[in-house]
C-alpha cells in the first residue's frame, strides 16, 4: 500500500509539472493554428490573456497574471504594463536570454474583437518572436485562430534566419502595429508599419534607414526628377550573410543595387534606367548595361567582397564603320586597360545566371 501511495503521489506531481508546462516560441508556432481556446470569460484583456495562458502557457503572462498591476523590473521579476482601459498588457525581462510578451485587443468593425500576443523569446540580445491573432466572438466565447491578419504571414525582406532579428511591437497607445527587421552588419533596420483598417492591422508603409543618402546617389548618377522607388529585396551577391539592398520603381524601368558594409560605408554597385538592364555574374559580380550613343553600347560591373567593391570595372563597345564591327575598350577602376587584361577579367566573372528577387512593397502608403 505504501508504495502504491508513493507511486500516486508521483504520477499526481507529474500530471502537475505536466499541467504547468511552459511552451516554447517553436512550440507554440506550431500547434496554435489547430487549437481554438474556448471559455473566455470576456473580452477585455486580462481574461483573454488568462484564457490563452491556460492553453500556451508561458512564464511572463504567468508573471503578468499572478500581479496584474503595472510595475518596474526589478532583479529576477519582470516589468509589468497592465492598461485596462486601452486594451494592452505586457511583462518584459531584462538581460540576456530573457522572455517578452505582449499582449492588446481591438473592437472589429463586425462586432466581434481581435486578440494579438507576441510573445518573444530572447538568446544572448537575438529575439525570437512569434505573432499571434484570434478572432474573439463574445456570444461563443472562444478565440479562434486568424490567418487574414498580414501580420501572422509576415516574411522577412531577407531570409527566413533573419525572423531571428525581427522585432514586432503591438500599441498601447493608439493603432499602429510595428515590424522592425533588424540587419545587423548593417547596423540599422526596416520598418514596417501596419494600421487599423476596422478588422485588422494592413500593411501601410515600409521605411529603410538612411534611405535618403542612397537615393541622392541615383540622383546623381542620372539627375531624373520623381523616381519614385516602390520595391524592395534584399539578396547577398556574394554570400557573406550581410544581404545587399535591391530598389526599383513598379514598372523595373529604374533600380539600383547598394552594397552596405555599415551606415557609413553605403555604396551604390549597379544601377538602370530606361536604356538599361542589370546583369549578375557566378563570380560575385553585379552590373549593368546597354546603349550608350548612337553604335556605342557599355557594361559597367562591380566586383564585390564581403559586401564591399573590389574593382568596378566596365566594357565600352563602339561601332568601328571602317572594320564595320564592334570594338571593346576595357576600364578597370576608370583606367583603361589592353585588351588582353579586359578580356581576362571579363573571363574571371564566370557565367552570366538570372536572379529574380523576392520584392517587397517600399514606403508606398496605401
Known amino acids: 500500500m505504501k508504495k502504491l501511495l508513493i507511486l500516486l503521489a508521483f504520477c499526481g506531481s507529474v500530471a502537475m509539472a505536466l499541467a504547468q508546462k511552459n511552451y516554447t516560441t517553436d512550440e507554440i508556432r506550431a500547434g496554435w493554428a489547430k487549437k481554438t481556446i474556448t471559455g473566455v470569460k470576456s473580452g477585455n484583456i486580462l ?77 544572448g540580445l537575438t529575439p525570437h518572436p512569434i505573432a499571434l491573432f484570434y478572432d474573439y466572438d463574445a456570444t461563443k466565447g472562444t478565440l479562434t485562430p486568424e490567418f487574414d491578419v498580414q501580420l501572422v504571414q509576415f516574411l522577412p525582406s531577407y531570409s527566413d534566419r533573419s525572423v531571428d532579428f525581427v522585432h514586432i511591437s503591438l500599441p498601447q497607445k493608439g493603432k499602429d502595429v510595428v515590424v522592425t527587421e533588424y540587419i545587423m552588419p548593417w547596423g540599422f533596420s526596416i520598418k514596417q508599419t501596419y494600421k487599423w483598417d476596422g478588422m485588422a492591422p494592413v500593411w501601410a508603409s515600409t521605411t529603410v534607414e538612411n534611405f535618403a543618402k542612397m537615393k541622392k546617389m541615383y540622383d546623381a548618377q542620372y539627375e531624373i526628377p520623381d523616381v519614385k522607388f516602390s520595391k524592395l529585396a534584399l539578396y547577398d551577391f556574394d554570400e557573406d550573410n550581410n544581404p545587399e539592398l535591391w530598389v526599383s520603381t513598379e514598372d523595373d524601368g529604374n533600380q539600383a543595387i547598394f552594397a552596405i558594409h555599415s551606415e557609413n560605408n553605403i555604396q551604390m554597385i549597379a544601377s538602370t534606367y530606361y536604356k538599361t538592364h542589370l546583369l549578375f555574374h557566378e563570380n560575385n559580380v553585379v552590373g549593368s548595361a546597354g546603349s550608350c550613343g548612337t553604335g556605342c553600347f557599355r557594361a559597367d560591373y562591380t566586383k564585390l567582397e564581403n559586401s564591399v567593391p573590389v574593382y568596378r570595372f566596365a566594357d565600352q563597345q563602339d561601332y568601328n564603320y571602317q572594320k564595320e564591327d564592334m570594338i571593346s575598350t576595357y576600364y578597370k577602376d576608370g583606367q583603361k586597360v589592353s585588351e588582353a587584361e579586359g578580356e581576362r577579367i571579363m573571363k574571371s566573372f564566370g557565367e552570366v545566371k538570372d536572379i529574380i528577387p523576392l520584392m517587397h512593397e517600399l514606403e508606398t502608403s496605401k
Do not use: Q
Open 47 to 123: 481574461p483573454l490573456l488568462t484564457a490563452f495562458n491556460k492553453t500556451w502557457r508561458t512564464a511572463p503572462a504567468t508573471a503578468l497574471l499572478a500581479s496584474p498591476v503595472t510595475n518596474e523590473n526589478h532583479e529576477d521579476s519582470y516589468a509589468i504594463v497592465v492598461d485596462t482601459p486601452n486594451g494592452y498588457v505586457s511583462a518584459a525581462e531584462l538581460g540576456d536570454d530573457g522572455e517578452d510578451i505582449e499582449a492588446c485587443v481591438w473592437k472589429r468593425s463586425n462586432g466581434h474583437k481581435l486578440f494579438a500576443v507576441v510573445y518573444t523569446r530572447y538568446h
